[in-house]
T-cell receptor, first 113, second 115 residues
Framework: GNSVTQMEGPVTLSEEAFLTINCTYT??????LFWYVQYPGEGLQLLLK?????DKGSNKGFEATYRKETTSFHLEKGSVQVSDSAVYFC????????????FGKGNQVVVIP | EAEVAQSPRYKITEKSQAVAFWCDPI?????LYWYRQILGQGPELLVQ????????DSQLPKDRFSAERLKGVDSTLKIQPAELGDSAMYLC?????????????FGNGTRLTVT
């Protein structure tokens, strides 16, 4: 079945540092790929998405490129802020018509001033 | 911006009791989802509605969980009886369409603690 794998463990970094969170997927066909962000005490918010190979999603300084050859969708940001502290989830939606999202386990990101 | 409303935000219940969660999706959104998020994990789909019909409840523990969306608008998820392992965040989401790239909008969730 479809699945998403995110790198293990929380990520702690200093303000203005470069952030990368790895995400790889297993799916049949050509899924759509998403990054969701969850701030403390809140629900998930869509951060960015890509619907076909080589697409780049971007929002709020975050970027991720849909790489079919490596089945990856890594999230990057060039200069993080304290306000970026949150949990980040990679997800995919296959094309079976039901818009069902499969999520990774998430990565806690803590940005230190 | 319109939001998905959920209540209550927090619920503490004893095992073997019944508990219910309510969700009101964004107006006009035909597709509604209930997800369960165990601490430290990603959300997992429990049930999906298209209007008032269930389109996927394959991961719903039907011996104790039930969900309904009678008029195709708001929805209720019920657990009876609750077990310790049901402690989790229950998230409701809605999307305008059922198609695979129609973005999901999530509510703030109901955090359930079973004692």
């Amino acid at each position: 079945g479809n699945s998403v794998t995110q790198m293990e463990g929380p990520v702690t970094l200093s303000e203005e540092a470069f952030l990368t969170i790895n995400c790889t997927y297993t799916a049949t066909g050509y899924p759509s790929l998403f990054w969701y962000v969850q701030y403390p005490g809140e629900g998930l918010q869509l951060l960015l998405k890509a619907t076909k190979a080589d697409d780049k999603g971007s929002n709020k300084g975050f970027e991720a490129t849909y790489r079919k050859e490596t089945t990856s969708f890594h999230l990057e940001k060039g200069s993080v802020q304290v306000s970026d502290s949150a949990v980040y989830f990679c997800a995919l939606s296959d094309q079976d018509g039901n818009n069902r999202l499969a999520f990774g386990k998430g990565n806690q990101v803590v940005v230190i001033p | 911006e319109a939001e998905v409303a959920q209540s209550p935000r927090y619920k503490i219940t004893e095992k073997s009791q019944a508990v219910a969660f309510w969700c009101d999706p964004i107006s006009g959104h035909a597709t509604l989802y209930w997800y369960r998020q165990i601490l430290g994990q990603g959300p997992e789909l429990l049930v999906q509605f298209q209007d008032e019909s269930v389109v996927d409840d394959s991961q719903l523990p039907k011996d104790r969980f039930s969900a309904e969306r009678l008029k195709g608008v708001d929805s209720t998820l019920k657990i009876q009886p609750a077990e310790l392992g049901d402690s989790a965040m229950y998230l409701c989401a809605s999307s305008l369409f059922r198609t695979y790239n129609s973005p999901l909008h999530f509510g703030n969730g109901t955090r359930l603690t079973v004692t």
